[in-house]
């Protein structure tokens, strides 16, 4: 039978270069300029590179150029040359804050603050990184706040965060650090509980400025539970205190991973595995992956058992569990870069970039740029289903599964149907009310996708020939099965399913699904010359483009006649075949075997065989020894 692999793909990339067409008639270096910048979008580095140091070959006076091949050669681990650019450009433009806070986030990934005008002096920089250098931006002075607060030189640390609020930084970021400084210095009255009320007022300010920050309440929350910890006669209204403080920050923050996670360990410390169960799977549907907390998930669940060895749940799951205050300690220090051109517009052109690659048999280049695709768009279901077949085609199933599966993650998502069959998923979705995905990636498995995957069609399509090929035939059945649910006119789901139902020796329906996909493939043509395909259906690059699939099932239908010794029917089958595509070879072998066959009752039939079996030899037919065999046999007979 016609064994459906993914190399039996072909794909028709439609390709958007990068060359000078993408941008508008202007002075030579703008047009440069405007092409270096894409690829920095693109994240291809070395390419912009070259083009912006042709800009500067021309106008050496660019404002930024210089910080933008910086950024290139730090992301390409050249930081030697990164630092040398940046220095280059503050020494043109002094008053670049961009330029100061890339230079700090280098200084900080590098852990030169310590040193960091020695440092600097040493590589010549013309520049130092104090609170007197009125050109620094906001991102670095919030580094440098952080810097000292962790160095205990809080004076200059709440100078700096001070700053950075001036010049634009969050600021409930910065006066979370403000706040946490004095609550590390002890500067607040802990017998207040009403946050807000007779406190400091750095407190106050902060309130003011910002209003209820749940921030806020988290750290008062933390600060209280110390407080607790080390008063044990007023344990019990500081205890209401930091709870509540604590709830009402996720009340105001329902996605606050720390905050859910201090609740649930306070309700572990304290024996109520019950509650912290609760807690712990709210930080569960926050970060699936968090294995550390599904541990405890584990343990709390344990220790609700009351059959298990109390004995053995005390040595292997913790009595205490320390609270977070990650989000305070680690907050966000990255450099935040700020893409030149509309971002659906860059991630268009990455993915036709990774199809160019593709496109000449360079899969892993190819690959390189669809995941670049992923750092702009993670979920998107073209990106992955890309790749989830460039990974077939390199026969890594575990990769091509993956991603084929996280092409059908995004809710609502419609791929290759009619436009009349799209009217009806999304009257069906908007009646269901689909809500956002919530299964974790970690249990996004092949069965939970057919049940709460979208409608890319395509992808369950490349799934089930990933199971044909590895002969899960059951998995493969409901892959194709699901296809047809989706577009009962899916022509070549009915013949990959019928393909499958072969495979378990099922004829019956391996029959009826190939006479459906010849009938489905009919009437698709006729709805296409009548328009009312929509070419937008797909919205993805790699769109796949099959053989006709009458043709394979014509063949396919041949072979099972031929296994039921009807051979008439088989050779109808064949001849069938041959009329969608007279250049393939493998029907004119079947045709020529079956005439080789009645050649001993007729005369006709002996010569029908030979120029069926002569076709086959000038076609390349793989079987050319045999033939030859065959056609030699056939000769000395008559």
């Not at 939970?448 to 799934?463: H, I, M, Q, S």
């Not at 990933?466 to 409901?478: D, N, Q, T």
């Not at 489905?520 to 699939?549: A, C, N, T, W």
């Amino acid at each position: 039978m016609g064994k459906i692999t993914a190399q039996s793909i072909f794909v028709f990339i439609a390709v958007l270069l990068i060359n000078s067409h993408l941008f508008p008639s202007q002075p030579v270096h703008e047009d440069i300029l405007g092409k270096a910048d894409l690829l920095l979008d693109m994240m291809e580095y070395e390419s912009a590179i070259v083009n912006y140091l042709k800009v500067l070959s021309q106008d050496p006076q660019q404002r930024d150029v210089r910080k933008k091949i910086s950024y290139a050669y730090y992301q390409l681990g050249k930081v030697d040359d990164a630092l040398n650019y940046i220095r280059e450009e503050l020494t043109l433009f002094p008053d670049n804050g961009d330029a100061y806070d890339f230079l700090t986030c280098i200084l900080y990934k590098l852990k030169r603050l310590q040193e960091m005008n020695d440092f600097l002096e040493s590589l010549d920089f013309p520049v130092r990184l104090t609170e007197e250098n009125p050109h620094i931006g906001d991102l670095a002075c919030f580094i440098l706040g952080m810097h000292f607060k962790e160095s205990r030189r809080y004076n200059r640390a709440e100078a700096y965060f001070r700053n950075a609020i001036e010049k634009g930084h969050d600021p409930v970021k910065c006066y979370v650090q403000l706040i946490d400084i004095d609550l590390i210095q002890g500067k607040l009255d802990p017998a207040v509980t009403p946050v807000g009320y007779g406190l400091r007022k750095i407190l106050s300010e902060a309130f003011e400025e910002c209003g209820p920050q749940p921030e806020f309440y988290f750290i008062y929350g933390l600060r209280y539970f110390e407080k607790a910890k080390s008063n044990v006669t007023s344990f019990v209204p500081l205890f209401r205190s930091f709870i509540r403080f604590f709830e009402i920050a996720s009340e105001l923050k329902p996605n606050f991973k720390d905050a859910f996670y201090n609740l649930a360990c306070i309700s572990y410390n304290f024996n109520d595995p019950k509650k912290a169960s609760e807690y712990f799977r709210k930080v569960i549907e926050i970060d699936p992956e968090d294995a550390e907390v599904k541990f405890y998930l584990n343990c709390c669940q344990r220790k609700l058992d009351p059959s298990l060895d109390k004995k053995l749940l005390s040595e292997q799951c913790p009595q205490w569990i320390d609270l977070s205050r990650d989000f305070i300690d680690n907050p966000d220090r990255e450099y935040e870069y700020k893409y030149h051109n509309d971002i659906e517009f860059v991630f268009e052109n990455i993915n036709h970039l990774a199809l160019e690659y593709i496109k000449v048999g360079k899969f892993q280049e190819g690959l390189k740029r669809f995941r670049n695709g992923l750092k702009i768009n993670p979920d998107s279901p073209g990106i992955h289903f890309n790749m989830g077949l460039v990974y077939s085609w390199l026969d890594d199933f575990e990769e091509a599964e993956k991603h084929t599966l996280l092409a059908l993650r995004e809710k609502g998502f419609i791929g290759r149907v009619p436009d009349s069959r799209k009217r009806e998923i999304l009257r069906k979705t908007k009646a269901n009310k689909q809500k956002t995905i919530t299964v974790p990636l970690a249990e996004w498995t092949f069965y939970v996708a057919l049940k709460e995957g979208n409608y890319f069609l395509d992808a369950y399509n490349t799934l089930g020939t990933l199971y044909f090929e590895r002969e899960e035939f059951e998995k493969a059945i409901l892959a194709f099965q699901k296809v047809i649910e989706i577009y009962q006119g899916d022509a070549m789901g009915h013949y990959n399913l019928g393909c499958a139902y072969w495979a378990i020796d099922d004829w019956e329906n391996a029959e009826k699904e190939w006479k459906d996909a010849i009938k489905y493939e009919g009437e698709m043509k006729r709805m296409e010359k009548r328009g009312q395909i929509s070419r937008d259906q797909l919205d993805v690059s790699l769109i796949v483009f099959y053989r006709p699939v009458a043709f394979r099932a014509h063949k396919s239908l041949g072979r099972l006649y031929l296994e039921q010794n009807l051979k008439e029917k088989a050779l109808l089958e064949f001849e069938r075949a041959l009329k969608l595509e007279p250049e393939d070879p493998e029907p004119y072998y079947e045709i020529g075997k079956i005439y080789e066959d009645k050649s001993e009752y007729e005369e006709k039939y002996f010569r029908k065989a030979v120029s069926y079996y002569e076709r086959y030899l000038y076609l390349g037919g793989e079987k050319e020894a045999e033939v030859k065999e065959r056609l030699k046999a056939l000769k000395k007979i008559f």
